[in-house]
């Protein structure tokens, strides 16, 4: 069964710095990884989407990597933002709809 | 982009009372949409895989005697949540992918129902 791990559970950072996300999967056998923003109360904003052949992408000051065979991936903001704030969500696909992990909630101080 | 929407987006109800929640896919044709179901501060789990002209698949634990899906149409399923109690208190966000390929499309949300029974 797979299952998704996403440290820190919450952070907090001043504006400006640059930072990292962390998200971990049980099972490498995935066809995609996603990203997606949450704000408090509303639905999710995808950010960006890995295929499983593919090591990164990038979208403005948004990067994520993965590495399927360590079963790991990294999103990294750079500049943050008081805007950035929100809860950060990682989720995979396989051969079972997406499964999310619990977040890393971010705030950004300005 | 394609989009999704979802009716209601709050609702406020009694004990006992049914409560039916929509999700369109807008710009696309959805053979598959997912309803999903977060509580505070955890994690979307998947309840349900909504299948166009068939029946759900629901998941290990969900009882689909309370949560009734109905996927008639390309673009339209619906959960309703019956008899709904307390528990059943929760936030239900529904996603729907644009056909083309499992590892090539990725899922579209809308914006979620809270649902909150008195």
């Known amino acids: 069964k797979q299952e998704v791990t996403q440290i820190p559970a919450a952070l907090s950072v001043p504006e400006g710095e640059n930072l990292v996300l962390n998200c971990s999967f049980t099972?490498?056998?995935?066809?995609?990884l996603q990203w997606f923003r949450q704000d408090p109360g509303k639905g999710l904003t995808s950010l960006l989407l890995?295929?499983?052949?593919?090591r990164e992408q990038t979208s403005g000051r948004l990067n994520a990597s993965l590495d399927k065979s360590s079963g790991r991936s990294t999103l990294y903001i750079a500049a943050s933002q008081p805007g950035d704030s929100a809860t950060y969500l990682c989720?995979?696909?396989?051969?079972?709809?997406?499964?999310f992990g619990k977040g890393t909630r971010l705030s950004v101080i300005a | 982009g394609a989009v999704v929407s979802q009716h209601p987006s709050w609702v406020i109800c009694k004990s006992g009372t049914s409560v039916k929640i929509e999700c369109r896919s807008l710009?696309?044709?959805?053979?598959?949409m997912f309803w999903y179901r977060q509580f505070p501060k955890q994690s979307l789990m998947l309840m349900a895989t909504s299948n166009e002209g068939s029946k759900a698949t629901y998941e290990q634990g969900v009882e689909k005697d309370k949560f009734l899906i109905n996927h008639a149409s390309l673009t339209l399923s619906t959960l309703t949540v019956t008899s709904a109690h307390p528990e059943d208190s929760s936030f239900y966000i529904c996603?729907?992918?644009?056909?083309?390929?499992?590892?090539?499309?990725?899922?579209?949300f809308g914006d979620g129902t809270r649902l909150s029974i008195l």
């Open positions: 099972d490498s056998a995935i066809y995609n």
């Open positions: 989720a995979v696909e396989g051969n079972t709809p997406l499964v």
């Open positions: 996603s729907a992918r644009n056909p083309g390929g499992l590892g090539n499309q990725p899922q579209h």
């Open positions: 890995i295929q499983s052949s593919q």
């Open positions: 710009d696309f044709q959805a053979t598959t």
